[in-house]
């Protein structure tokens, strides 16, 4: 069962393939591949240019994509089939040296991100995003749609640039292995472990909890920005924090404590801990 057509010198461009349940193999090494429909069990997709499709997706395991030009514009990935379904998926756009490309994904479900690389990623998901093996690397700007559901992106190996989260889901998570900006965020709860420093470039509203930690400190004071609780465990770094009423502080840790309140500053009782400067 299933179809292995991973040989580095097929040409195929477009390919469509029925194999429920069963593993699906595809590789052209001279050109980008069209995906016409693919019913499988798992899929792994290598092509030597853009990976697109022009019918469903519909995956119940693990899907691999790689997508790599040598000269030239770097490869695109572009998945947005608004009826896809994948068990759990990754993509990785590469161009000549540390060139890369997009990769945009569209899941009717839920939707569990495996090792993905890209220069910009957006994802649109109908009840969530989390993540499965692997890190996601992105240069510029994430992008995720996720309606109501879960973002659960909490691996400390991923490595954002600038995260936009849209809609309102009901929980944000974010781990990146060094700095990360955030955009406008609505969410009822927040948690953001970096590496670097966090910084915002939008309004961030977390209607419930919020805890925002980087090893080079916190900084959200952009106009808007909006917490009920909020702790940040972020050892020496700053951390500095506007707020347009009032906030609670849970467990704070840091060289410097910086919070600007139109209303009372408070604490929930959890130690609040400043080796610098506090005002």
């Known amino acids: 069962g299933g179809v292995d057509l991973s040989n580095t010198q097929n040409t195929i461009g477009a390919a469509t393939v029925v194999a429920p349940g069963e593993a699906v193999s595809l590789t052209d090494g001279a050109s980008g591949l069209e995906l016409a429909g693919v019913t499988a069990?798992?899929?792994?997709?290598?092509?030597?240019?853009d990976v697109m499709q022009t019918?469903?997706?519909?995956?119940?395991?693990?899907?691999?994509v790689t997508a790599r030009t040598t000269s030239g514009p770097a490869a695109n990935v572009t998945l947005i089939d608004a009826n896809n379904v994948y068990g759990s998926i990754g993509a990785q756009a590469f161009g000549p040296g540390t060139a890369r490309g997009t990769v945009t994904i569209l899941d009717d479900a839920p939707i569990a991100l495996r090792t993905t690389t890209a220069v910009t990623l957006s994802v649109t998901a109908v009840g969530g995003i989390s993540q499965a093996a692997?890190?996601?690397d992105v240069t510029g700007v994430t992008t995720l749609n996720a309606g109501?559901?879960?973002?659960a992106l909490g691996d400390t190996g991923n490595d954002f640039g600038t995260v936009d989260v849209n809609d309102a889901p009901v929980s944000i998570t974010l781990g990146d292995t060094d700095g990360i900006v955030l955009t406008a965020l609505n969410t009822a709860t927040l948690s953001v472990d970096?590496?670097?420093?966090?910084?915002?470039?939008?309004?961030?509203?977390?209607?419930?909890?919020a805890t925002v930690s980087g090893d080079g400190g916190v900084t959200l004071d952009?106009?808007?920005?909006?917490f009920d609780v909020f702790s940040s465990v972020s050892g020496t770094g700053p951390v500095v924090l506007i707020d347009p009423d009032a906030v609670r502080l849970g467990e704070?840790?840091?060289?410097?404590?910086?919070?600007?309140?139109s209303g009372v500053i408070n604490q929930t009782g959890d130690a609040i801990t400043v080796t610098g400067a506090t005002r």
């Open 41 to 49: 069990g798992s899929l792994a997709v290598v092509a030597a240019g």
């Open 55 to 64: 019918a469903t997706l519909n995956v119940t395991g693990g899907v691999d």
């Open 134 to 136: 692997g890190v996601i």
């Open 148 to 151: 109501v559901g879960v973002v």
């Open 194 to 209: 970096a590496g670097g420093l966090v910084t915002d470039s939008g309004a961030i509203v977390a209607t419930d909890a």
């Open 222 to 226: 952009a106009p808007g920005t909006n």
């Open 252 to 261: 704070i840790e840091a060289g410097s404590l910086t919070i600007t309140a």
